[in-house]
């Protein structure tokens, strides 16, 4: 039982961040907030993500360039110009690897007006730290784990964040239904996404970029936008007007 809560905690705090904090402010910055709290989401990201933190810079560069040139063929990891999801991986992965390492230069459409923690976003994308974060996980399960085939879920742990784009990036333009004519493949999988947190509404998504709800129909729900509404509340962070067309 730990082993599962430890699982699914992992699963998605991971989860929730990537979208709160890397795809909806960082990429589309569909909130404002104070500087102190900015840095306390980086952080978060950080932890929760653990062995498999994305830069938030490199993950704004990649995600505009995918909402510009969606199902192109320079969209950074369209599934519709590779044979499987793993090449499709791959194939994000040099693209991501190239923004953060910074060989190559975004078009200036993409840059800026994202989060930037030098030492952060350089000591979490080590392999120092990496490595520091999964033998964390190894000695978590060596602690608590009660039957071998618990550990088949460390590898999911080493790649969370991965495995995590390839789900929605995947079935987010193969597979479900269309509310909207996006000039692409964008597809909403599930009208109600709690697995993967809103993220596979991307038909929506594609429709209205910059809305903080994913969801647009009566009966889709996306379950990050009543925490943001709860946090706007508070006035931690400030949801900005989305731009419906």
Not at 8 to 22: D, G, K, N, P, R
Not at 52 to 69: D, K, Q, V
Request: glycine share 4%; aromatic share 22%.
């Amino acid at each position: 039982m730990v082993i599962l809560i430890f699982f699914l905690a992992h699963w998605f705090l991971s989860l929730f961040f990537q979208t709160f904090f890397l795809h909806r402010y960082a990429a589309h910055k569909m909130f404002t907030t104070h500087k102190f709290f900015e840095r306390t989401f980086h952080v978060l990201t950080f932890v929760c993500q653990g062995s498999s933190f994305l830069n938030p810079r490199a993950y704004a560069i990649m995600h505009r360039e995918h909402h510009a040139y969606s199902d192109t063929e320079k969209d950074p990891h369209s599934p519709h110009f590779f044979t499987d999801v793993f090449q499709m991986m791959w194939r994000t992965v040099i693209s991501f690897r190239e923004h953060e390492r910074k060989l190559k230069e975004p078009e200036a459409r993409f840059k800026g007006n994202y989060p930037e923690w030098r030492l952060l976003d350089y000591y979490g994308s080590t392999w120092y730290a990496r490595l520091g974060w999964g033998l964390l996980y190894v000695a978590f399960y060596m602690q608590f784990a009660t039957a071998w085939w618990m550990y088949l879920l460390l590898p999911i742990h080493f790649m969370m964040g991965p495995i995590h784009g390839a789900i929605v990036n995947w079935c987010g333009h193969k597979y479900g239904y269309s509310n909207f004519d996006n000039n692409d493949k964008s597809r909403n999988t599930t009208p109600f996404d709690f697995f993967m947190l809103g993220e596979l509404f991307q038909n929506n998504h594609h429709r209205h970029p910059n809305k903080p709800n994913f969801a647009t129909r009566w009966f889709e729900f996306d379950p990050v936008y009543p925490v943001m509404k709860v946090l706007h509340w508070t006035r931690i962070i400030r949801l900005r007007k989305p731009a419906l067309t």
